[in-house]
Each structure stands twice: as structure tokens, then as C-alpha cells.
T-cell receptor
Framework: NAGVMQNPRHLVRRRGQEARLRCSPMKGHSHVYWYRQLPEEGLKFMVYLQKENIIDESGMPKERFSAEFPKEGPSILRIQQVVRGDSAAYFC????????????FGQGTRLTVV | TQLLEQSPQFLSIQEGENLTVYCNSSSVFSSLQWYRQEPGEGPVLLVTVVTGGEVKKLKRLTFQFGDARKDSSLHITAAQPGDTGLYLCAGALENAGGTSYGKLTFGQGTILTVHP
């Protein structure tokens, strides 16, 4: 079984550019979660999505960040006008459903803003 | 203030020793997961515990969920160099609106080094 797939694994962007991070959940999983891991910090929840719906975005920065999980295709985390402070590892996790515990993580995308 | 306090932050032991990592909170969790994360990789799920007092064993690893579902521990017996890595506990908070099991609160992590 394929696990959670994230791409790209590494992404370098110049300040002011846009970053697009993609996540395909595990087969049979309909819930997607994005987390950010800043250097020397722990994993922090950003957003929780189901197909075509944002369920909880309480961890998302108010500006420049957005996320979607369309009916077809992967979930996308989009960061506009990136700044150096956005450099971090971004992880996606998926789970089967709200009533079922256990979340499985992808390998992450390491974003470096130069 | 960290919602989920994990300790110790660093642990350096010799091969063959036993160790315990703790996660504590004043909040109640619907479930608690333990992950292991290697450098440059994503967290790998080791175990999920959901019932207060639950104990799960995975070879030399024993996981326990506190009776009140506010704390958990990971015990490793006869540690080996291959156990070296970052261990993370993460919990899904219980709330009146229903639990989102994938919205996790993470501890700070324990960096374990097992010397041959």
C-alpha cells in the first residue's frame, strides 16, 4: 500500500515567489492534515481538510497561506510571497475518518526561502 | 505553555539499558500516538492508544495510556543502537464537538541516543 505521498521533497524559492506543496493521502483516507515543523521546534497543526471542504484552519497564518483538497487530485498547501521565516518542513498526514484514531504522515516537503 | 509536556528532552544511554519517556498534560485526550522520526523524514506511527489504562507492546517497546487519558509513557527494554532517534508523542484533544483524530498536539520530542 502506498503511504502518504508528498511532493516535492525539497523546494527552494526566492523571497516573494509562490510555493505549492502537494499531498496525496493514503488509499481509503478522506481526511488530510497539514503540519509545519520549524527548525528547533515541534510539529504544529495548520489545517484540516476533507474533499472540497476546509474543516479547521485554526493553525494557518492569516495571510499568504491557503489550502485546498479538491474533489479530484491532491491536497495543495499554497504559500504566496514567501519570506525567509516560511523556511520549514511541511508535513501532510491523512486518516480514514473523524471517528477513527491514527494519522499517518508523509515524508514532508522541505521549503527553503533564499 | 506547552499543552503536552514530553520528558526528557535528551536521553543518552548505553546499549542494554532500559529507558522511559513520559508525556503529560492537564488536558484529556481521546487518543494518543507515539511516533518516531528520523532526520529528513516524516514521523512514523508506532502505536495509537485510545482507552484509559491501555497498555500496548511492540517488541521491546511498551506504551501505556494513563487512566485519566492525560498522560502516556513509552518504555524501551534493553535498548539497542538501532533505537536511536527522535520519539514524539501526539494527542488528539477530546472536545464537546467531537474529536478530530488527525488534529494532533505534539510534545517537544525526546532525542534518544543509544551507544554501543
Amino acid at each position: 500500500n502506498a503511504g502518504v505521498m508528498q511532493n516535492p521533497r525539497h523546494l527552494v524559492r526566492r523571497r516573494g515567489q509562490e510555493a505549492r506543496l502537494r499531498c496525496s493521502p493514503m488509499k481509503g483516507h478522506s481526511h488530510v492534515y497539514w503540519y509545519r515543523q520549524l527548525p528547533e521546534e515541534g510539529l504544529k497543526f495548520m489545517v484540516y481538510l476533507q474533499k472540497e471542504n476546509i474543516i479547521d484552519e485554526s493553525g494557518m497564518p492569516k495571510e499568504r497561506f491557503s489550502a485546498e483538497f479538491p474533489k479530484e487530485g491532491p491536497s495543495i498547501l499554497r504559500i504566496q510571497q514567501v519570506v525567509r521565516g516560511d523556511s520549514a518542513a511541511y508535513f501532510c498526514a491523512s486518516s480514514r475518518g473523524q471517528g477513527l484514531p491514527g494519522a499517518f504522515f508523509g515524508q514532508g516537503t522541505r521549503l527553503t526561502v533564499v | 505553555t506547552q499543552l503536552l509536556e514530553q520528558s526528557p528532552q535528551f536521553l543518552s544511554i548505553q546499549e542494554g539499558e532500559n529507558l522511559t519517556v513520559y508525556c503529560n498534560s492537564s488536558s484529556v485526550f481521546s487518543s494518543l500516538q507515539w511516533y518516531r522520526q528520523e532526520p529528513g523524514e516524516g514521523p512514523v506511527l508506532l502505536v495509537t492508544v485510545v482507552t484509559g489504562g491501555e497498555v500496548k507492546k511492540l517488541k521491546r517497546l511498551t506504551f501505556q495510556f494513563g487512566d485519566a487519558r492525560k498522560d502516556s509513557s513509552l518504555h524501551i527494554t534493553a535498548a539497542q543502537p538501532g533505537d536511536t532517534g527522535l520519539y514524539l508523542c501526539a494527542g488528539a484533544l477530546e472536545n464537546a464537538g467531537g474529536t478530530s483524530y488527525g488534529k494532533l498536539t505534539f510534545g517537544q520530542g525526546t532525542i534518544l541516543t543509544v551507544h554501543p
